[in-house]
């Protein structure tokens, strides 16, 4: 007898899913056979996306800082699609440079979407599957979720605040029959990480982090580190003298205070990052 694929025929909500990351997961998972709906700030771009890909893909509004923009965005899918079976929290921003250079503006705005985007995902998503007793949540966060890279202080916070947030929240799911779970990529070649250094690691493609979304959703884990030895070098870090650890990250992690310094490569950027309605920040 032919098992029927795991993700055939599902629902699957996508932030931020008009371009980079979050195309590649919404053409990945459209070619396994899920409904797909992306949400973007930039609804033509979200509208040209669905267009061009193969599968059956609907595309919505959505700002992932604002609660009612995200409720409806879960109401359209659910209205268009049915209801949702897997939500893939996908949308960031990033500022790189020396913590006492950050703007106020590229801070608030990391948090807004790096983290309390993800928080108000998951309230509003998760308490829908639960009532079914079953559902899915996956965020891409990142190796920063770990890690703090030099000139990633913020950004590294937002990233930590998201894996504090999902540990104590997949507790309180325990039993529930929804399922949580973070992709943690290294440096991954999109907009948001342009002119970023990679450190020990390759640089990822959207293609990649969109394959690890695929086997997690197949195959539900809580953590999943792009490349996998991130983690277990973690793991193994934490158990060092400070002295040995620091040398350790030093060699490991990017310096991307270093790598951005004299660039403008991040300008045009950087500006959506601080002034969103100029244009479409994220992955």
């Known amino acids: 007898m032919t098992r029927t694929p795991p993700i055939t025929g599902r629902v699957v909500a996508i932030t931020g899913g008009a371009q980079g990351i979050g195309r590649e997961i919404a053409a990945a998972l459209a070619a396994a056979g899920a409904r797909v709906a992306i949400g ?12 061009e890909l193969s599968g059956d893909i609907a595309a919505f509004a959505l700002d992932v800082t604002d609660t009612d923009s995200f409720r409806g965005f879960l109401d359209a899918t659910e209205a268009r699609l049915g209801p949702i079976d897997v939500l893939v929290n996908n949308a960031g921003v990033m500022w790189v440079g020396p913590f006492d250079t950050e703007p106020d503006a590229a801070t608030d705005r ?23 007793g079953r559902g899915h949540i996956v965020t891409v966060a990142s190796a920063a979720s770990r890690l703090a ?5 913020s950004y590294a916070a937002s990233k930590h605040g998201v894996l504090g947030y999902l540990t104590a929240v997949r507790e309180e799911l325990r039993g529930s029959g929804v399922e949580l779970s973070m992709i943690m990529p290294t440096v991954v070649d999109t907009e948001l990480a342009k002119g970023t250094a990679t450190g020990a690691a390759a640089m990822l493609t959207p293609a990649d982090v969109a394959t690890a979304v695929v ?3 197949g195959k539900p884990r809580f953590e999943v580190n ?12 934490n158990v060092l003298p400070q002295r040995v650890r620091d ?6 992690v990017p310096n991307q205070v270093k790598a951005v310094r004299g660039s403008d ?7 959506q990052v601080l002034h969103p309605d100029d244009g479409r920040p994220g992955r």
Do not use: C, F, Q, W
Not at 40 to 51: G, K, M, N, V, Y
Not at 247 to 252: C, S, V
Not at 265 to 271: F, K, N
């Open 215 to 217: 086997k997690v959703i």
């Open 40 to 51: 973007d700030r930039d609804l033509p771009a979200a509208e040209r996306t669905a267009a």
């Open 265 to 271: 490569t991040r300008t045009a950027y950087e500006a």
């Open 110 to 132: 990391m948090l807004a979407v790096n983290l309390h985007g993800v928080i108000r995902g998951v309230r509003l998503a998760a308490p829908r599957m639960r009532h079914r």
């Open 247 to 252: 040398l350790l990250m030093r060699l490991a």
């Open 149 to 153: 890279p030099p000139g990633e202080a």
């Open 226 to 237: 792009l490349p996998g030895y991130v983690g277990p070098l973690v793991r193994v870090s």
